[in-house]
C-alpha cells in the first residue's frame, strides 16, 4: 500500500488568504489526485496531479483559484487562493499505485475560513 | 449530473445484523466499483471492490454486489459490529485506478 501524509491536518484562515498543502507519499506512485469534501457533501474530484506538467483540472475548478505542483512521484501541493468562507471544507490528497486496484488517501485537510 | 448515487443517506442496524448498503450509476463506462469507509477527522479507507466482469466479490464481512444491467451495486456488511458505524461512500471509476466518481455517502449506526 501507500503511506500518505497531509499537512496540515486543520488551519483557520482569514479570508482573502492563500493555503498551501501538502501531500507527501512514502513510494513511488503513478497517479496523485485532490479531492475536496464540502460539510455534507461527498468526495469531488478537483484536479489529477501531472508529474512535470500542469494538472488536469475537472469542471468547475480553475488553475488561479487550485494551483497544483508534482515536482516529482513522490509529492504534491494544493494552493487555496484568495479564500473565502465557501472554501471550508476538507482536501483530501489520493494516489493511485502500480499493482493496486484501489487508491489510498491521506487523512485530508479541514480548512475553515472566516 | 450525478453520476454515482447513494439514495439513503443514514441507516441504521442493531449488532449481529446484516447492513445493506445501495449504489446506483448511470455512467456505462464504469468499470470498477469501490466503497470506502469513513470516520470524521479521517480519510477514507479502502473497503472492498468489484471490476464489472464479476457479479460478487467476498472479502470476510464485506460482500459487494454488482447488477449490470440494473447499474446497481450493494455492499453487505455481516455481521455487523458496532465498530462498523461510520459513513460510507460508493466510488466508481473507468478503468483500475483512475480518478474515482463518489456517491453521497450513507451514515450507518450499528447499535449494541
Redesign the interface.
Known amino acids: 500500500s501507500a503511506v500518505?501524509s497531509?499537512k496540515p491536518s486543520r488551519d483557520i484562515c482569514q479570508r482573502g488568504t492563500s493555503l498551501t498543502i501538502q501531500c507527501q507519499v512514502d513510494s513511488q506512485v503513478?497517479?496523485m489526485?485532490w479531492y475536496r469534501q464540502q460539510p455534507g457533501?461527498?468526495?469531488?474530484?478537483i484536479a489529477?496531479a501531472n508529474q512535470g506538467s500542469e494538472a488536469t483540472y475537472e469542471s468547475g475548478f480553475v488553475i488561479d483559484k487550485f494551483p497544483i505542483s508534482r515536482p516529482n512521484l513522490t509529492f504534491s501541493t494544493l494552493t487555496v487562493s484568495n479564500m473565502s468562507p465557501e472554501d471550508s471544507s476538507i482536501y483530501?490528497c489520493?494516489v493511485?499505485?502500480?499493482t493496486?486496484?484501489?487508491?489510498?488517501?491521506?487523512?485530508?485537510t479541514?480548512l475553515t475560513v472566516v | 449530473d450525478q453520476q454515482v448515487k447513494q439514495n439513503s443517506p443514514s441507516l441504521s442496524v442493531q449488532e449481529g445484523r446484516i447492513s445493506i448498503l445501495n449504489c446506483d450509476y448511470t455512467n456505462s463506462m464504469f468499470d470498477y466499483f469501490l466503497w470506502y469507509k469513513k470516520y470524521p477527522a479521517e480519510g477514507p479507507t479502502f473497503l472492498i471492490s468489484i471490476s464489472s466482469i464479476k457479479d460478487k466479490n467476498e472479502d470476510g464481512r464485506f460482500t459487494v454486489f454488482l447488477n449490470k444491467s440494473a447499474k446497481h451495486l450493494s455492499l453487505h456488511i455481516v455481521p455487523s459490529q458496532p465498530g462498523d458505524s461510520a459513513v460510507y461512500f460508493c466510488a466508481a471509476s473507468v478503468g483500475a485506478g483512475n480518478m474515482l466518481t463518489f456517491g453521497g455517502g450513507t451514515r450507518l449506526m450499528v447499535k449494541p
Open positions: 500518505i497531509q503513478t497517479m489526485f457533501q461527498s468526495l469531488t474530484l489529477t483530501l489520493s493511485a499505485v502500480e493496486y486496484t484501489e487508491a489510498f488517501f491521506g487523512q485530508g479541514r
